[in-house]
């Protein structure tokens, strides 16, 4: 579990309504720059419930709410996870800094132990909770991680997209490339295919559904589809809130302790 | 055991009111059998429910936690693991009643985590959650940013559980002759001059986590003051060994320590130590009349956790060490251990392979512990492990070498 943040900030894909119609030429690396870096208000709750769901069907629920915000010099977040049984009451803490050389702190509470513990930051590439995101697919990608190519731009159903092809710098990382279909008007990747290390593809993410909440654009429903292995993810998101003021107290270990 | 069976109807019938009363119930159910490698007996025949009762308020909250044991078919054994409520105020917290404690950075090991006793009677073996005793105690804790300062007054001292004859976790003690047992001073009488005091500051920041503790508690485990009778003997004429009378009785111990944790390069350092003042140990010294001598005691302890690829890695060094020792005490000066833990988690976390181990460095014995555990679904679980003593036999862990194991869990959770 980590940087969970981002199950907001990314997966949520939060992007300011003030945005006007697209008509100049940008840069694949600006495209990509402005897909990560959308307005995202100061503060935001939600409640997340996590789909996963395997070749035959059957399914695993898991249920979470959480909270993110802002502080100027980071972004903490605080996630409370309710269901399955066997892991309600956990509780899991990220302080993300906007100084992109200091790393993550994170720190997750058992309640059968009784114990907050600091765990490492540093495994981006593990997924989240046994679903089909990884870390990196929430959010913690950043921008100059990758070489961005602009190799299109499509119009499906009335709607502009451009498609960047994405190939990350480190040879070693579990993608060859990604490729993202990202809508022109406001710069939200609908569709993103993730491809393995021998360049076949891996994954697709679906963007399904997006609502405007005070004036921010929140990405509801989104699916992680693992085609090699034919299971898939979703990810919903309700009783979505933002910038409620939030106090800085909701990001401590007392709160972690004692939960919701 | 009647009145144990009586206590868990009425605790069922408690739990249909609550239900009523939309309290938020959770538990699990557990069947629990291991079988020893030696001969193939059963060491464990367990069966346990577990119901957590609760109710998160914005300025009040309770929690109810009893477990039930079932050993064998007929041999209840019902705890009451918490039972306590919490009172919220803006900058502090009280916490009153029945509650487990847990202080420090140590995985398996306890240093400065030492406000609640431990239950022993199935040696290390139990999950850590259930291993420790509820107190009966008063918290406070009174927060300030990111920092804690907690209080613990704990009215009356609960030593640790240990095994009875019978068990195959008991330890014969090993005497020249056989003794003769003074309980008189074995019970603390609850009182306030008998009471215990447990301090703690934490602080966690982005650097570094860390807590500073001091107790003014008792010595869980009893000092056996030893009286020995001597005679002559009738065909050496010489002075001989008749009798030994021995006295458990628990004694205060000051205790001062810390821990911190903190992450470099993505791997993360743990760190604790506490300082024992005035410690009871067992010497041959003949000057100290009742064979026990006080002596100043470290414990700390080192750790690191990180990953390779998917796999997670802990490992922690711990060492005992008797301050200003004598050659004539029975413990040894230093006492070396390390633990190491691997986990794997496949099947998208619904199958998770571990292995720990306890590692004795200065008597060459462990305990290693395999186990795998798979999810059928978000509720039921199976899990098949090992417990594996071996090593010297006058080792802690290797003196149960007869007791290495098979064994299966079954826990559907609710």
């Given at each position: 579990?980590?940087?969970?943040k981002?199950?907001?900030?990314v997966?949520?894909?939060t992007?300011?309504?003030s945005?006007?119609?697209?008509?100049?030429?940008?840069?694949?690396?600006?495209?990509?720059q402005k897909?990560?870096?959308?307005?995202?208000g100061?503060?935001?709750?939600?409640?997340l419930?996590?789909?996963?769901?395997?070749?035959s069907?059957?399914?695993?629920?898991?249920?979470?709410k959480?909270?993110?915000?802002?502080?100027?010099?980071?972004?903490?977040?605080?996630?409370?996870?309710?269901?399955?049984?066997?892991?309600?009451?956990?509780?899991?803490?990220?302080?993300?800094?906007?100084?992109?050389?200091q790393?993550?702190?994170?720190?997750?509470?058992?309640?059968a132990?009784?114990?907050?513990k600091?765990?490492?930051?540093?495994?981006?590439?593990?997924?989240?909770?046994?679903?089909?995101?990884?870390?990196?697919?929430?959010?913690?990608?950043?921008?100059?991680?990758?070489?961005?190519?602009?190799?299109?731009?499509?119009?499906i159903?009335g709607?502009?997209?451009?498609?960047?092809?994405?190939?990350?710098?480190?040879?070693?990382?579990?993608?060859?490339?990604?490729?993202?279909?990202?809508?022109?008007?406001?710069?939200?990747?609908?569709?993103?295919?993730?491809?393995?290390?021998?360049?076949?593809?891996?994954k697709?993410?679906?963007?399904?559904?997006?609502?405007?909440f005070?004036?921010?654009?929140?990405?509801t429903?989104?699916?992680?589809?693992?085609?090699?292995?034919?299971?898939k993810?979703?990810?919903?998101?309700?009783?979505?809130?933002?910038?409620?003021?939030?106090?800085?107290?909701?990001?401590?270990?007392?709160?972690?302790?004692?939960?919701? | 055991?009647?009145?144990?069976?009586?206590?868990?109807?009425?605790?069922?019938?408690?739990?249909?009111?609550?239900?009523?009363?939309?309290?938020?119930?959770?538990?699990f159910?557990?069947?629990?059998?291991?079988?020893?490698?030696?001969?193939g007996?059963?060491?464990?025949?367990?069966?346990?429910?577990?119901?957590?009762?609760?109710?998160?308020?914005d300025k009040?909250?309770?929690?109810?936690?009893?477990?039930?044991?079932l050993?064998?078919?007929?041999?209840?054994?019902?705890?009451?693991?918490?039972?306590?409520?919490?009172?919220?105020?803006k900058?502090?917290?009280?916490?009153?009643?029945n509650?487990?404690?847990?202080?420090?950075?140590?995985?398996?090991?306890?240093i400065?985590d030492?406000?609640?006793?431990?239950?022993?009677?199935?040696?290390?073996?139990?999950d850590?959650?259930?291993?420790?005793?509820?107190?009966?105690a008063t918290?406070?804790?009174?927060?300030?940013?990111?920092?804690?300062?907690?209080a613990?007054?704990i009215?009356?001292?609960t030593?640790?559980?240990?095994?009875q004859?019978?068990s195959?976790?008991?330890?014969q003690?090993?005497?020249?002759?056989?003794?003769?047992?003074?309980?008189?001073?074995?019970?603390?009488?609850?009182?306030?001059e008998?009471?215990?005091?447990f301090l703690?500051?934490?602080?966690?920041?982005?650097?570094?986590?860390f807590?500073?503790?001091?107790?003014?508690?008792?010595?869980?485990?009893p000092?056996?003051?030893?009286?020995?009778?001597?005679?002559?003997?009738?065909?050496?004429?010489?002075?001989?060994?008749?009798?030994?009378?021995?006295?458990?009785?628990?004694?205060?111990?000051?205790?001062?320590?810390?821990?911190?944790?903190?992450?470099?390069?993505?791997?993360i350092?743990?760190?604790?130590?506490?300082?024992?003042?005035?410690?009871?140990?067992?010497?041959?010294?003949?000057?100290?009349?009742?064979?026990?001598?006080?002596?100043?005691?470290?414990?700390?302890?080192?750790?690191?956790?990180?990953?390779?690829?998917?796999?997670?890695?802990s490992?922690?060094?711990?060492?005992?060490?008797?301050?200003?020792?004598?050659?004539?005490i029975?413990?040894e000066?230093?006492?070396?251990t390390?633990?190491?833990l691997?986990?794997?988690?496949?099947?998208?976390?619904?199958?998770?392979?571990?292995?720990?181990?306890?590692?004795?460095l200065?008597?060459?014995?462990?305990?290693?512990?395999?186990?795998?555990?798979?999810?059928f679904?978000?509720?039921?679980?199976?899990?098949?492990?090992?417990?594996?003593?071996?090593?010297?036999?006058?080792?802690?862990?290797?003196?149960?070498?007869?007791?290495?194991?098979?064994?299966?869990?079954l826990?559907?959770?609710f």
């Amino acid at each position: 579990m980590k940087n969970l943040k981002i199950l907001v900030a990314v997966i949520s894909m939060t992007i300011s309504m003030s945005y006007k119609a697209v008509t100049q030429d940008f840069t694949a690396r600006e495209i990509i720059q402005k897909v990560y870096n959308r307005a995202e208000g100061d503060d935001q709750t939600s409640f997340l419930t996590m789909t996963l769901i395997n070749k035959s069907g059957a399914e695993r629920i898991r249920k979470i709410k959480q909270f993110t915000k802002d502080t100027g010099e980071m972004e903490k977040s605080i996630m409370f996870f309710q269901s399955p049984a066997d892991v309600k009451n956990t509780s899991f803490m990220n302080w993300t800094y906007d100084d992109e050389n200091q790393s993550d702190d994170q720190w997750i509470y058992l309640p059968a132990l009784k114990k907050t513990k600091r765990i490492s930051s540093d495994s981006k590439s593990d997924y989240f909770m046994g679903s089909d995101f990884t870390y990196d697919d929430l959010g913690d990608r950043k921008l100059d991680d990758d070489t961005h190519k602009l190799i299109g731009e499509k119009t499906i159903d009335g709607v502009d997209y451009y498609l960047v092809e994405s190939t990350p710098k480190d040879e070693e990382y579990m993608y060859s490339k990604t490729k993202t279909w990202i809508r022109k008007d406001t710069f939200i990747g609908l569709k993103k295919e993730f491809y393995d290390e021998d360049e076949e593809l891996l994954k697709i993410l679906h963007i399904k559904k997006f609502e405007e909440f005070s004036g921010f654009l929140i990405i509801t429903n989104s699916e992680m589809h693992n085609v090699q292995k034919d299971h898939k993810t979703t990810m919903v998101l309700s009783d979505v809130q933002i910038n409620t003021g939030i106090s800085d107290s909701k990001f401590t270990e007392r709160m972690m302790m004692r939960g919701m | 055991m009647k009145t144990k069976g009586l206590m868990f109807i009425l605790l069922l019938t408690a739990s249909q009111v609550l239900i009523a009363q939309n309290v938020d119930i959770n538990g699990f159910a557990r069947t629990y059998e291991g079988a020893l490698y030696n001969n193939g007996n059963f060491g464990i025949i367990q069966q346990t429910l577990n119901l957590t009762f609760e109710q998160l308020g914005d300025k009040v909250a309770f929690k109810v936690n009893p477990m039930a044991y079932l050993y064998n078919a007929d041999s209840l054994d019902f705890r009451m693991r918490e039972l306590y409520l919490d009172l919220y105020f803006k900058n502090f917290d009280i916490r009153i009643g029945n509650q487990q404690v847990v202080w420090g950075k140590a995985d398996g090991v306890f240093i400065t985590d030492i406000v609640s006793p431990l239950n022993l009677t199935e040696f290390l073996l139990p999950d850590f959650d259930e291993i420790r005793k509820g107190v009966i105690a008063t918290k406070i804790n009174y927060y300030l940013g990111n920092s804690t300062f907690e209080a613990i007054w704990i009215p009356a001292f609960t030593p640790t559980e240990r095994p009875q004859p019978g068990s195959i976790w008991y330890v014969q003690p090993d005497f020249p002759v056989p003794p003769t047992w003074d309980l008189s001073k074995e019970t603390i009488t609850p009182s306030l001059e008998n009471s215990e005091v447990f301090l703690k500051y934490t602080a966690l920041t982005s650097a570094i986590d860390f807590e500073l503790m001091g107790a003014y508690t008792w010595d869980d485990n009893p000092t056996l003051h030893v009286e020995k009778q001597f005679g002559i003997d009738s065909a050496t004429m010489q002075p001989s060994l008749l009798g030994l009378n021995i006295t458990p009785e628990h004694h205060r111990l000051t205790i001062g320590g810390g821990s911190f944790s903190s992450e470099i390069k993505g791997v993360i350092l743990r760190g604790e130590a506490a300082y024992y003042n005035g410690k009871y140990f067992l010497t041959e010294d003949p000057l100290q009349p009742d064979g026990n001598i006080q002596k100043d005691y470290l414990h700390y302890l080192v750790g690191l956790d990180f990953n390779i690829g998917s796999v997670m890695f802990s490992s922690q060094f711990i060492q005992q060490t008797i301050l200003d020792y004598e050659n004539d005490i029975l413990n040894e000066k230093t006492e070396n251990t390390m633990t190491f833990l691997a986990c794997y988690d496949m099947l998208r976390e619904t199958m998770h392979l571990e292995l720990f181990s306890y590692i004795g460095l200065t008597n060459e014995d462990a305990l290693i512990r395999p186990k795998v555990t798979y999810d059928f679904d978000d509720s039921f679980s199976i899990l098949l492990g090992s417990n594996i003593f071996v090593g010297d036999e006058k080792g802690r862990f290797g003196q149960y070498k007869e007791n290495s194991m098979i064994y299966t869990k079954l826990k559907y959770s609710f």
